[in-house]
């Protein structure tokens, strides 16, 4: 949105609210749904009501075209139920408009008399940005309540409006917000920059992905690169060089590229889906953003480390620190299977790494524990990779089944993954390293049974933490280590 604040010609400026985050959106798209199909089955039995009755006797054909205002009626009531869609900012003061059935209506109304005071709450601890609010304090410290039904927790209760900033969501209207509050009335936002959005990077522990979102959702729909990216491709504005494919994936490549620093680097692209409807291209880029996130508020030797991460050309890269040596599963099926001797630290190695995390708060379950995603370095450390489809417990349980087969527990494929169906995962890479084949899905798994070589406690080792019931199994990763330090 364009908007000189110098211009004295310019009326109002209006800032389109943002979606939440995808579910409460969708909760939001059912709720109007619900209330047009409403609507839509009055008019249908207004209509029926008017045949049939004309059919039957002409006098009460003049009550059955009465029915016909019961749809309109309905709409202002449909309209209420409707959120905000925008916020106007003019001489006057700010108002909340709602968008719907083709009319703009006024939900809340404040005069720049009546307020005084407007600032930005605190961040607390572990708070996004996109959390906090702008409140706009009453001058006759009168309360109203304000629109934000999709909070639980409520912030400055006082204030007679409080509009999230992820309802704002891009810097450009968050920065029109702030001048055009002050142009119009003076009054200074307390707490706020108006680059507030800018400065934000993916380094900080609360990280934002506004701009991707924004560059993503607003890219012309149209894709330069059809097929996958050749060597020599630089991206980004020549801030990185392909250099090599990785490999390919369900939602797109992984290829090796370099800094113009001369950095080597692992971009891993997601696709982002074109011709679909806006809720699925969200779906995606909640995707890409939610292993972003997660991978950027990690920090551990032995997990890959974030770099960087941006949209182009309605694809999603992670910019990855690159981490040479094969996979497990490459150096298994070049090298056969290891001897204890190179197994047990293997082992105790990725027991370190998932009580790492199933130690953050709240505890992020991998899902995905599998040889392929763990790269043995020349220097003999491990590091895992692949967060596509990791869970945080505070996220809502997807009961999507994904990942490698073999190596899931019965609890992951009916979508419930907890901190223990890593360790079933990690009993499967053991049996893997052990015997260089892939275990019997939904199985436990016993190495001895194809090498005899495997000693009697190692087998118990693999057993126990490939018990189909999570409660047989051990109950944490420590304890996994320390069974394989015994042997
Ligand atoms: N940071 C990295 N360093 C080196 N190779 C990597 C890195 N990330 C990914 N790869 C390679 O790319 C492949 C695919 O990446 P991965 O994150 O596992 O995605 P997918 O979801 O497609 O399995 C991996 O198997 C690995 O060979
Ligand atoms: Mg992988």
New binding site residues.
């Given amino acids: 949105m364009d908007l000189n604040i110098n211009d004295e010609n310019e009326r109002s400026c209006i800032i389109p609210f943002w979606p939440y985050s995808v579910g409460e959106l969708m909760e939001r798209e059912k709720e109007k749904d619900d209330a047009r199909l409403l609507v839509l089955l009055f008019v249908a039995l207004a209509f029926l009501g008017a045949i049939f009755a004309a059919h039957l006797d002409m006098r009460y054909a003049g009550i059955t075209r009465l029915l016909w205002i019961v749809p309109f009626a309905l709409v202002p009531l449909f309209v209420k139920r409707s959120a905000p869609s925008q916020l106007v900012c003019d001489s006057r003061g700010l108002r909340l408009e709602t968008i719907a059935a083709g009319t703009v209506s006024v939900k809340q109304r404040l005069n720049w008399d009546d307020i005084s005071e407007i600032y930005l709450t605190e961040r607390k601890a572990k708070q996004r940005v996109l959390d906090q609010y702008i409140c706009f304090k009453s001058k006759k410290g009168h309360t109203r309540d304000s629109y934000q039904s999709a909070t639980r927790h409520v912030p400055c209760p006082h204030a007679l409006l409080k509009i999230k900033l992820e309802t704002i969501g891009t810097a450009a209207h968050w920065r029109t917000l702030v001048h055009s509050i002050y142009k119009w009335s003076s009054i200074e936002v307390k707490g706020v920059d108006a680059d507030l959005f800018n400065n934000l990077n993916i380094d900080q522990k609360a990280p934002t992905y506004t701009k991707i979102w924004l560059d993503a959702m607003l890219a012309p729909p149209q894709r330069h690169l059809i097929t996958a990216l050749n060597n020599g491709v630089s991206i980004k504005n020549g801030e990185y060089l392909l250099e090599d494919k ?6 797109g490549s ?1 290829y ?1 590229a370099r800094t113009k620093g001369g950095q080597e680097v ?1 971009l ?1 692209e997601t696709i982002l889906p074109l011709y679909v409807e806006s809720r699925i291209r969200r779906q995606a880029l909640e995707n890409f953003e939610h292993e972003a996130r997660i991978l950027g508020s990690l920090n551990h030797p032995n997990v ?1 480390k974030l770099i960087d991460c941006f949209v182009e050309d309605h694809r999603g890269y992670l910019v ?5 040596g094969p ?1 497990l599963a490459e150096y298994i099926a070049k090298n056969g299977p290891l001897g204890e001797t190179h197994a047990v630290p293997l082992g105790l190695a990725m027991c370190d790494i998932l009580s790492y995390l199933h130690g953050v708060s709240p505890p992020i379950v991998h899902r ?1 524990f599998t040889p ?2 763990l ?1 043995l370095r020349p220097d003999g450390s491990l ?1 895992l ?2 967060f ?1 489809i990791a869970q945080q417990s505070a996220d809502t349980a997807t009961a999507n089944v994904m990942g490698k087969h073999a190596y899931l527990p019965p609890e992951q494929f009916r979508g419930k993954a907890t901190p223990q169906s890593d360790i079933y995962a990690l009993g499967c890479t053991l049996y893997y390293l052990l015997t260089s084949e892939n275990p019997e899905p939904l199985t436990c798994s016993h190495p001895k049974l194809v090498r005899d070589s495997v000693s009697s406690a190692m087998d118990q080792v693999v057993a126990t933490a490939t018990e189909l019931e999570a409660s047989k199994r051990f109950s944490s990763a420590m304890d996994v280590r320390h069974a394989l330090s015994n042997i």
């Fill in positions: 990785l490999g390919m994936g369900g939602q992984a090796l692992v891993k890959v990855l620190e690159r981490i040479k996979n995905d392929d995603n790269i590091t990779i692949d596509t």
